[in-house]
C-alpha cells in the first residue's frame, strides 16, 4: 500500500466528457462503460506526452481522471484548451482528495476484504465508508494487479488502517520508487514527460493504432510505421546509484539518459535505474557509461 503526497485527481462530468476525452487521447474510450476504466495518454501536436491518467466511468456522465503527476494544472488545462462547445465540466479535486495504491498479486483480494466487493480488473466500484463515498478502481495496464482508493483526506487515515490491518504492508516513497523501477513502470517527469513520446517512454499498450484521430496522432502513427524510435525504457543495474538526469554513453559516443534512480539495493547488492536508452544498446548485457559509473542493461 503507498499513499500519495500528491497524485492528480479531476472529475470531468457532462454527456460530452467520454467523447472529448476519446478524441483527445490515445485510447479507445467510447467503449469504457459504466463501471469500467481504462488508462490512456494526453500527447501534445508533437507527438510529446503531456500526461498519462486513468479515466473511471463512475456514473453515466461522471468521470473521475488519476495521474501520478502532482501538477494537476497541466492536465485541467490540456482538456480545457480543446473544450469548446462540448458539454463537458472539469473540476479539480486534487486538494480534497486522497489517493491510496493497492500493489501487487493480493490487491483485489485485500480490496474485497475492506470495501464488500469483489473488483474485476479495470472495475469501478463506489462505495459508502461512515457515510463518505470512496472509489475503488482496478488498472490493468501496468503489467502488475493494481487498485485505487480514491477517498477525502479526512477519511485517508482511517481507510489506510483499516487496509493494513487486513495485510496490506505500508510502503514509503523511496520502496515504491524501488518496486516501480524494478517492474520497469514508466514514471511521470521521468520517463515520460514533455521531453519524450510515448512509444520511446514505454507507453505502447497504451496506444490504440486504429481508433482514429487524436491529438499528436499523426506523429505517433509516422513513428510507429517507419520505426522512427530513436530510445526506449530500460532497467540498468550498477554498483553504486545513478544521478537521474546523468548522460549515458557508449564508448564516448552518446547512448541515453537516466531517467529514475533507486538508492536502494537488489538482494544481491546492485542499484536499479531506469534510462531512456538509444536503440543499438538495447541489448541485455550492455555496458554503459552514466558520468564516471559504469552500469549495465539488464
Known sequence: MFVWDDATVVSHTGPDALDLLHRLATKD????EIGRSRRTVLTSAKGRVIDVFLVAHTSENELLLISDSSNSDRLVSAIDYFTIIEDAELNDRTDRCKRISLVGPTARAVAKTAFGSYIDLDDVMQVSVDGD???????????????????KKASAAQISESLAAIGATVVDE?????FRIDKLIPGSDREYGEHANPIEAGL??????????????EVIARLDAYDKVQRNVRVLTSDTPLIEGVKLTANSKPAGVVTSSSHLTTTDGHYLSLALVRMAHLDSGTELMAGEVGARVR
Open 29 to 32: 474510450l467510447l467503449s469504457v
Open 133 to 151: 463515498l470512496v472509489e475503488v478502481i482496478s488498472d490493468s495496464s501496468r503489467g502488475v494487479e493494481w487498485v485505487d482508493v480514491i477517498c
Open 174 to 178: 523511496r520502496n515504491f520508487e524501488h
Open 204 to 217: 505502447l499498450p497504451l496506444i490504440d493504432f486504429d481508433k482514429g484521430c487524436y491529438v499528436g496522432q
